[in-house]
């Protein structure tokens, strides 16, 4: 600490840390963005398998549609509280 205190004088030395701060306030608002976005996606993603599976498992037995249907139904539920449990924690990483 004290070489860079004589090297520069503290006026920029204290212009530095708040543009490192700043830097990495913008980086983590950043990879916030980045995070809800890969949740959202993901949940998409399974999602659209859930409904293509049990659309497949409908179509080959038309008789078991509805206990197919109310897994399905359970198994988004749960795909999208893990999605909102994501975007909930990278908003609160872009605010803190």
Avoid: N, Y
Avoid at 18 to 29: C, D, P, R, Y
Avoid at 42 to 71: V, Y
């Amino acid at each position: 600490m004290e070489v860079i205190q004589e090297v520069m004088d503290p006026e920029a030395h204290a212009q530095m840390v708040e543009l490192a701060k700043a830097s990495v306030s913008g980086m983590a608002k950043m990879g916030a963005g980045l995070g809800a976005g890969i949740a959202a996606v993901g949940a998409g993603m399974g999602i659209g398998r859930i409904g293509a599976s049990a659309a497949e498992g409908i179509a080959r037995q038309p008789e078991a549609a509805k206990d197919i249907s109310g897994g399905s139904l359970i198994l988004a539920a749960f795909i999208e509280g893990v999605a909102l449990f994501g975007v909930v924690v990278t908003l609160l990483i872009a605010i803190g």
